[in-house]
Nanobody, 118 residues
Framework: QVQLVESGGGLVQAGGSLRLSCAAS????????MGWYRQAPGKQRELVAH???????YYTDSLQGRFTISRDNAKNTVYLQMNSLKPEDTAVYSC????????????WGQGTQVTVSS
C-alpha cells in the first residue's frame, strides 16, 4: 500500500508559477511510475505528465513546455513545476503511482487545488 500526499497548491495570478509536491510512503517509491493528473470543474480528469522509474518524462501536448515533472527517489517525492500559469490551468491536481506490471495507476493522493486568476 502506498499513501500519497500532495502539497503546494494555491491561488496565483496568471503568468505566475507554482511547484506541487507529492510525498509517498513506503520503501518502493523508486519502482513506481508517477503521474500528475488534473480535473477542472465540469471536465474529465486528464493526465498532465508522468515520469518513469528511469526518469523518462511525458507531457500532454497542451502544456506547451510550461510544466516540468521530476522525482527525488531519496525523498520519496515527485514534483510538478508549473510556469506561465493560465486561468485554464485551474483544477484539482492529483498525483498517482503505478506499480511495475500494473495496468493503470493504483494509488492516488487526495489532490491539491490550483486556482489561477486572470
Amino acid at each position: 500500500q502506498v499513501q500519497l500526499v500532495e502539497s503546494g497548491g494555491g491561488l496565483v495570478q496568471a503568468g505566475g508559477s507554482l511547484r506541487l509536491s507529492c510525498a509517498a510512503s513506503g520503501r518502493t517509491f523508486s519502482t513506481y511510475r508517477m503521474g500528475w493528473y488534473r480535473q477542472a470543474p465540469g471536465k474529465q480528469r486528464e493526465l498532465v505528465a508522468h515520469i518513469t522509474t528511469g526518469g523518462n518524462t511525458y507531457y500532454t501536448d497542451s502544456l506547451q513546455g510550461r510544466f516540468t515533472i521530476s522525482r527525488d527517489n531519496a525523498k520519496n517525492t515527485v514534483y510538478l513545476q508549473m510556469n506561465s500559469l493560465k486561468p485554464e490551468d485551474t483544477a484539482v491536481y492529483s498525483c498517482a503511482a503505478k506499480r511495475p506490471g500494473a495496468i493503470g495507476y493504483e494509488y492516488w493522493g487526495q489532490g491539491t487545488q490550483v486556482t489561477v486568476s486572470s
